[in-house]
Each structure stands twice: as structure tokens, then as C-alpha cells.
């Protein structure tokens, strides 16, 4: 299995233009999960989905971000506008339903917004 | 709501020395607990984890025990190697899906 894969690894903006991130998960996988990395915060749960339905979108930050799961093999985090405070890691990972503890992570993208 | 703390680094140790990354967190209940590594460039990988009070998680040579009396789960390692120099999270599961991580803690290992 090739693992969560999340694309672009690297994206560079200018502040004020629409991102996205691209994650797919491992096959057979039915839990997505959107975290954030700062220095200042940490890792933070952005989302999570459960079959393909977002369950708890408490720590998307803003209106201006928004992620979608349209199928059980992609998953895409948007933001519009983009603001430099967005600079970050962004880190997607999968569990199977039948283990609990086995979440996966992406390489994650390294997000810079200028 | 539920926080967990790890000591601040860097943690610069000489190859083959002793570790200990604190690892503290605040709970309802008890949950399950965690160590991820992560390497430059990487994400991260699980590296042990135990589920209930007591249990000893380990694996490639590093140990840590859920006590609940402490609310700890401290890793070890008896000898550390260059190759061990990475980023090391302790997180806690809430509810059963939501992981919530410390601030990780820098290893350097020296040769």
C-alpha cells in the first residue's frame, strides 16, 4: 500500500489567492482526518470525516476554510482567501474502522503564503 | 478539555546515552496514549501506544507505562543512536477519534 498520499508536497501563494490540498487515503480506510502544524500551536485537528461525512468541523479556524470529501478515495482542504497566517504544515491521515489506534499520516504539504 | 504536556527541548544526548521525554496529560476518564515520531520532512508514525492503566507500550527499544496515579506516560529508551534524533508527540485519544498531541520535543542524538 502506498500510504496516505497528499499532494502538493510543497505550494507557494500569494496572499489572497484560493489553495487547495489533496489527500488520498489509504484503501479501505472510512475515517479522514485534517491536521495543522505551526510552531506556535502545534498540531491541531482541523477536520474529521466518517464515511465520507464531515462529523466535527470545530477546528477549521474560519469561514475561509472549507474541506470536502466527495468519495471514500479523496479529500480536498480549501482555503479562499489564503493570509500568511495560514503558513504551515498540512497533515492528512486515515484510520480503518476496525482499528481504532491505527491512524495513518501523510508526508504532508508545506504550505507558504507570501 | 483534555491537554497533554511534554517536556520542552531540544534534548541533546551523546549516542548510547539514556532517555526520558516527560509526558503528562489531563483527562475525563482514561484514555488511550500514544508516542509518534517524526522524522525531517516526514509525518508521523506511530511508535508505541498502550490503551488502559498499567500497560506497557514499546517498540524498537523505546518503553513507556500509562499511569493513571501520575497521569504520565514518560518514553524510554535505554540507548539512544544518531538515527533516533527526530521530533517525539505524546497525544492522547479523545472520545475515540479525535487525537490531541503535546508539543512534541526535539532529540538529538550526537555521534
Known amino acids: 500500500d502506498a500510504g496516505v498520499i497528499q499532494s502538493p508536497r510543497h505550494e507557494v501563494t500569494e496572499m489572497g489567492q484560493e489553495v487547495t490540498l489533496r489527500c488520498k487515503p489509504i484503501?479501505?480506510?472510512?475515517?479522514l482526518f485534517w491536521y495543522r502544524q505551526t510552531m506556535m500551536r502545534g498540531l491541531e485537528l482541523l477536520i474529521y470525516?466518517?464515511?465520507?461525512?464531515?462529523?466535527?468541523d470545530s477546528g477549521m479556524p474560519e469561514d475561509r476554510f472549507s474541506a470536502k470529501m466527495p468519495n471514500a478515495s479523496f479529500s480536498t482542504l480549501k482555503i479562499q482567501p489564503s493570509e500568511p497566517r495560514d503558513s504551515a504544515v498540512y497533515f492528512c491521515?486515515?484510520?480503518?474502522?476496525?482499528?481504532?489506534?491505527?491512524?495513518?499520516f501523510g508526508s504532508g504539504t508545506r504550505l507558504t503564503v507570501v | 478539555g483534555n491537554s497533554v504536556t511534554q517536556m520542552e527541548g531540544p534534548v541533546t544526548l551523546s549516542e548510547e546515552a539514556f532517555l526520558t521525554i516527560n509526558c503528562t496529560y489531563t483527562?475525563?476518564?482514561?484514555?488511550?496514549l500514544f508516542w509518534y515520531v517524526q522524522y525531517p520532512g516526514e509525518g508521523l508514525q506511530l511508535l508505541l501506544k498502550?490503551?488502559?492503566?498499567?500497560d506497557k507500550g514499546s517498540n524498537k527499544g523505546f518503553e513507556a507505562t500509562y499511569r493513571k496515579e501520575t497521569t504520565s506516560f514518560h518514553l524510554e529508551k535505554g540507548s539512544v543512536q544518531v538515527s533516533d534524533s527526530a521530533v517525539y508527540f505524546c497525544?492522547?485519544?479523545?472520545?475515540?477519534?479525535?487525537?490531541?498531541f503535546g508539543a512534541g520535543t526535539i532529540l538529538r542524538v550526537k555521534s
Open positions: 483527562a475525563t476518564g482514561y484514555p488511550s
Open positions: 484503501s479501505g480506510h472510512n475515517s
Open positions: 498502550a490503551t488502559k492503566a498499567d
Open positions: 491521515a486515515s484510520r480503518s474502522g476496525t482499528d481504532p489506534y491505527g491512524y495513518t
Open positions: 470525516f466518517n464515511n465520507n461525512v464531515p462529523i466535527d
Open positions: 497525544a492522547l485519544l479523545e472520545y475515540g477519534n479525535k487525537l490531541v
